[in-house]
């Protein structure tokens, strides 16, 4: 038994496990502007998990490539590899910002041939005013949405979907059922983001 012990020990020893680091990054809806200027509360910036990742990013639905550019470059990708294999990316937005955080995905994909780690979208809107329906390009893909009223997301085929109308008061508008979603739709997918981390 002690030699088996042992040997494990020595064994645990000369192995050096690596953890992967993420990046995370926020993109928030409207209503909400860039910090420098002035700072509105978003679900998708105020819920970001930040501890634990290597870098993150806060955007806003009208961020401009140059920023999601930005993003990518840490990947170090070139001729559609990726150079950091120790990095990962995750992605959470809701309702406008979907929109920006899928073309971060298409440019992901596109500058280092794969997807990134986990999307969490959250009652993800289309401009001007429609359901966002189409996946990330992501290798997982969580989303939260309610179905009260024109401002509100929909079921994304390929993703896991939680429709969380039932969280919403009776009294509701579809728009303040919209925001009830964001924060706990941002909140839920927060801890998912969490577990995610801690787990690779």
């Known amino acids: 038994m002690k030699r088996l012990l042992l040997s494990c020990l020595l ?7 690596l953890a992967k680091d993420f990046i995370t990054v926020g993109v928030s809806g409207f209503g909400t502007r860039r ?4 700072w509105q509360p978003s ?40 150079g950091r ?21 298409k440019m992901y994909k596109k500058a280092c041939g794969e997807e990134i780690d ?10 001007p005013i429609a359901a966002q329906g189409i996946r990330p390009k992501a290798k997982k893909c969580v989303n939260f949405y309610q179905t009260r009223g024109v401002v509100r997301g929909k079921a ?10 039932k969280y919403c008061y009776d009294s509701d508008s579809g728009v303040q059922c919209h925001i009830r979603v964001e924060w706990s739709g941002t909140a839920d997918g927060a801890q998912i983001i969490r577990d995610y981390i801690y787990s690779n």
């Open 35 to 38: 910090a420098e200027n002035y």
């Open 85 to 105: 294999k120790d990095l990962g990316l995750i992605v959470m937005a809701n309702s406008w910002g979907s929109y920006k955080a899928i073309k971060l995905t």
């Open 43 to 82: 679900g998708a910036h105020d819920n970001l998990p930040t501890s634990g990742a290597y870098k993150s990013y806060k955007l806003v639905h009208y961020a401009k490539k140059k920023e999601l550019q930005q993003i990518v470059d840490n990947f170090e990708c070139s001729k559609g590899k990726k």
């Open 11 to 17: 064994l645990c020893m000369g192995t050096q496990v």
């Open 156 to 165: 994304i085929k390929g993703c896991e979907n939680h429709d969380m109308t």
């Open 118 to 127: 986990l999307f969490i979208m959250v009652d993800g809107v289309k401009k």
